[in-house]
């Protein structure tokens, strides 16, 4: 990341393309080009700042990626003529010469457990100090269930109360959290019961996830910022998960990339790529297995599966959705003049409401080996002014799945929303082969400034004690090919969420 401090010089504007007879008077005055608003955050060009918002990032070095969070979230010298000061824990490998003066960084590279962690912050606390940003490297220390049990018990509310205590108001910090030793996107999240914890004491504003592509790992960097959070910070811990052991390895990231969509396609204002769901079909079932999708939208599943040799079956409440599925599909088995084993597959799609599964006469006596699928994001589609509402808007498209109130994406309170999904996939376990698996396909929502984790809510709720399924893993969807947008730009930070988490389950025994 450059520092914006060095600004390009400025040239004088020229005319193009005008008659030489014309005088200076005569000639149109050029536009006055459009000014953002003031930067209170950082020095940097709001081009750069905009390719920090990205969700997801290639991790080149621990250098680069201090330096970009030092840039972004601190100013060289504050309005009142303060230099800014961060404190840094852990990263070994971070060369802070390289962020000059007048900026201030207390680092302290020797950390040896999360108890020295505490001690560290705690110091600083006694000192009087104030930062502007702080990040603490935590992968070292929380890598198993033990040691994020010791986190939970030990150092959690020490390390947040303490931070909170040394940040200036309303500026931010960031702790970075890998996925384990497990590999992949297998095994417990432990980034996530981190971020839940620090809600306690501070506001979760949002993360960055890492992609590690040397090692096919991730590691989440997760900010926070020095004010009271609006949501409860609910627990979530190895005790309360059930996590699925002797499970298949699975990718921690995919960035897969789909043909442009049809034109009946587009009609659906949330599909997802075909080539995602055969990647999954494939890696959690077998030809002639049978695969369903609750809330098929215009199909994609069904025609993933046919594709890839299984049975499909296909639900949705919208029925102009069921008819773009059922055409699809129609095309794909039009193919069985010249391919008997597709004129052999069952595909199925039918109308119904996945909150009532029970009464699709369809899938009465049907059990599935898998079942993949992607709610609505709670209310995402129905914030009417997000940059994605107005660009359907232009192009005359629906907005809104529909205004059918058994609709889950027109549930306006997010605590019954999540109930209500809970209970779909409820019925879904009933409809599963034992030890089948389930996928589902969601993004964590912010809403008025507020993080509301539906992905990590459905897993507490689906895993948990009460829950019929134990967690497998999540992989990451990474869209590469969405432009970013000017979220806030000049005030404070949200990242343009360009991945979105498949949560991979797996039916309990007992269930």
Not at 26 to 52: H, Q
Request: hydrophobic letters at 35%; charged letters at 25%.
């Amino acid at each position: 990341m450059t520092d914006s401090r060095k600004t390009p010089s400025r040239m004088a504007p020229t005319q193009v393309g005008l008659p030489l007879d014309k005088t200076d008077s005569e000639r149109p005055a050029p536009k006055k080009k459009r000014r953002g608003p003031p930067n209170r955050m950082n020095d940097l060009s709001y081009k750069v700042w905009m390719r920090f918002q990205k969700s997801f990032f290639r991790f080149v070095s621990t250098q680069s990626l201090m330096e970009e969070c030092v840039y972004f979230f601190t100013k060289r010298v504050w309005p009142d003529g303060t230099p800014s000061r961060s404190l840094i824990i852990g990263f070994s490998d971070f060369n802070a010469d390289a962020i000059p003066a007048p900026r201030v960084l207390d680092v302290s590279v020797r950390v040896e457990s999360l108890a020295s962690v505490v001690d560290i912050l705690r110091a600083a606390v006694s000192d009087g100090r104030k930062y502007d940003f702080a990040l603490i490297d935590l992968r070292p220390h929380i890598q198993d269930e033990a040691s994020v049990i010791d986190f939970l018990d030990h150092h959690s509310c020490h390390m947040f109360r303490a931070l909170r205590t040394l940040l200036v108001r309303d500026r931010y910090c960031g702790v970075v959290v890998g996925m384990g030793e497990a590999g992949g996107g297998t095994g417990f999240p432990l980034a996530w019961t981190v971020a839940l914890e620090c809600r306690r004491y501070l506001r979760l504003r949002d993360e960055k996830v890492a992609l590690v592509e040397s090692e096919g790992q991730v590691f989440y960097c997760l900010f926070m910022q020095a004010q009271d959070d609006k949501r409860p910070a609910h627990a979530l811990s190895p005790q309360s998960l059930y996590v699925a052991k002797r499970c298949p390895r699975i990718p921690a990231w995919t960035i897969p990339k789909p043909p442009p969509r049809k034109p009946n396609e587009i009609l659906h204002p949330a599909k997802f790529p075909e080539t995602l769901v055969t990647q999954f079909i494939e890696l959690f079932t077998t030809p002639g297995q049978r695969v369903l999708d609750p809330m098929v939208g215009t199909g994609s599943t069904v025609v993933a599966a046919l594709q890839t040799g299984r049975h499909g079956y296909g639900v949705d409440l919208i029925p102009e959705f069921v008819r773009i599925a059922n055409g699809r599909v129609a095309r794909v088995k039009d193919r069985t003049l010249i391919d008997r084993e597709l004129a052999s597959l069952r595909a199925t799609v039918v109308q119904g409401d996945a909150t009532r599964l029970n009464e699709v006469a369809e899938l009465n006596g049907v059990d599935f080996h898998y079942v993949i699928t992607s709610p609505p994001y709670w209310s995402m589609l129905t914030n009417r002014g997000s940059e994605y509402q107005r660009g359907r808007r232009r192009r005359g498209l629906r907005l809104v799945y529909s205004h059918d109130e058994r609709d889950l994406g027109n549930e306006p309170d997010y605590d019954r929303f999540l109930d209500l999904l809970v209970n779909v996939y409820s019925q879904v376990a009933a409809k599963l082969v034992g030890g089948g698996y389930l996928t589902v396909v969601v993004k964590n929502v912010k809403r008025k400034h507020v993080v509301y984790p539906l992905a990590w809510d459905l897993v507490r709720g689906l895993c948990g004690h009460n829950g019929d399924y134990e967690y497998v893993g999540a992989t990451l969807w990474c869209q590469d090919d969405v432009p970013l947008k000017p979220f806030a730009v000049g005030t404070h930070w949200v990242s343009n969420t360009l991945h979105h988490y498949c949560l991979h389950m797996r039916k309990r025994s007992n269930s």
